[in-house]
């Protein structure tokens, strides 16, 4: 038998020397999978079996080859809900769930907001509105049929309206009647390749990553459907690169269907996301 406390020691060591971000959390998140009980009660662990005990040297060594975590375990989390995830859909981030939020509070006091996502990847904002806002009426597309796969597992018995597709052809029934319009879109410039860290550029489809020269190919596509979608006065939220926070906010500037453009930041301080309002003439 082996003791957790010495596992997850080693376990630390072996990741902080592969370079591992956070290698402290990961090696809690795996360990705690092995064991199959929740992160915060390993305190409670008292011996890890000879199998468990390969289960993890083999996750360890895995991790420190770059495999993503969540690939590892099957598994991510967002704001309060579980996603199932795996290689070919985008592992959701918690940048993501900052705008998340913002969204969510801006629809409180809406009677059954009609939301569209667009850019589904694994449904994880989808859900999360859906497990907040139960009252909200929400839309969803996807292009990749493997992340469109996970979106609609994850979506499952959610009541979300998850369709395959392109964005800028999806919810035509929609045209003007839309409260919310929020994505997370491809936004890397071709360009920056060699600047994404590997365990990103590696692991995370690419249909999820590369928008175009500058980054924006997407997301000038959001604007436009968001445009089509939403009705006057509605809202439309857009994840962005931190480098982007003059350049993306431009985007919705230049079609100039939209009041209110602003550009807003995560909880690291780094800008994230552009809003903006659907003015009031509807002739753009």
């Known amino acids: 038998m082996t003791r957790p406390s010495a596992l997850l020691s080693a376990a630390v060591r072996t990741l902080t020397d592969a370079g591992a971000p956070s290698p402290a959390a990961e090696a809690r998140t795996l360990l705690a999978h092995v064991l199959r009980v929740d992160p915060s009660r390993l305190v409670l662990a008292t011996e890890v079996t000879q199998e468990q005990r390969h289960q993890m040297d083999e996750l360890i060594a895995q991790r420190a080859q770059g495999i993503p975590v969540q690939h590892l375990t099957g598994e991510a989390f967002f704001r309060h809900v579980r996603l199932e995830v795996g290689p070919g859909v985008f592992i959701p981030r918690p940048e993501t769930e900052v705008m998340t939020g913002w969204a969510i509070d801006e629809l409180q006091g809406v009677n059954e907001p009609v939301v569209v996502e667009l850019c589904a990847g694994s449904g994880a904002i989808s859900k999360a509105i859906a497990d907040e806002l139960p009252s909200a009426r929400i839309h969803a597309v996807e292009l990749d049929d493997s992340a469109f796969d996970f979106a609609q597992r994850n979506l499952a018995g959610t009541g979300v309206d998850l369709r395959p597709g392109d964005m800028a052809l999806a919810f035509a029934e929609l045209d003007g009647s839309v409260d ?8 890397i410039p071709l360009e920056a390749w060699e600047s994404v860290a590997a365990d990103v550029r590696d692991h995370d489809p690419a249909l999820a ?18 445009a089509r979608l939403l009705r006057a006065g509605g809202l439309v939220c857009s994840e962005h690169a931190e480098v982007q926070e003059r350049s993306a906010p431009q985007v919705f500037v230049d079609h100039g269907g939209f009041t209110e453009v602003a550009d807003n930041r995560d909880l690291a301080g780094r800008p994230r996301f552009v809003t903006a309002r659907r003015g009031t ?4």
Do not use: E, K, M, Q
């Open 180 to 187: 919310l319009v929020i994505s997370n879109p491809p936004y």
């Open 209 to 226: 990553l590369w928008s175009g020269d500058d980054g924006l190919d997407a997301t000038r596509v959001v604007a436009r459907t968001a």
């Open 281 to 284: 003439r509807r002739d753009r």
